[in-house]
Nanobody, 123 residues
Framework: QVQLVESGGGLVQAGGSLRLSCAASGGRTFSNYAMGWCRQAPGKEREFVAAISRRCASTDYADSVKGRFTISRDNAKNTVYLQMNSLKPEDTAVYYC???????????????WGQGTQVTVSS
């Protein structure tokens, strides 16, 4: 069973930065799978934020975060990161780390989720 544990959320002022981390475990080879981040704001559906392919050859971002957020991964540490810069109040949400069941590159399709970490951006 894939386990994903996020960390790094918190309260930040608009214009500030945060880096989220997600540690993966569960017995499968981390580097064989793409990883992603999604978020869910109060009263809204969960939405895609960013994805990275298994060996960092490809990334995908939601239009709303392009140029401000950067996804990366360290396969030696089984960890994926989300660097968030120039944060806006509308980025306030619970951020979830996500992983697919299969090894293909489907950057907006996931089967496993972490418990989420709260990011709050004050104006």
């Amino acid at each position: 069973q894939v386990q994903l544990v996020e960390s790094g959320g918190g309260l930040v002022q608009a214009g500030g930065s945060l880096r989220l981390s997600c540690a993966a475990s569960g017995g499968r080879t981390f580097s064989n799978y793409a990883m992603g981040w999604c978020r869910q704001a109060p009263g809204k559906e969960r939405e895609f934020v960013a994805a990275i392919s298994r060996r960092c050859a490809s990334t995908d971002y939601a239009d709303s975060v392009k140029g401000r957020f950067t996804i990366s991964r360290d396969n030696a540490k089984n960890t994926v990161y989300l660097q968030m810069n120039s944060l806006k109040p509308e980025d306030t949400a619970v951020y979830y780390c996500a992983a697919p069941y299969g090894v293909g590159w489907l950057p907006r399709s996931y089967d496993y989720w972490g418990q989420g970490t709260q990011v709050t951006v004050s104006s």
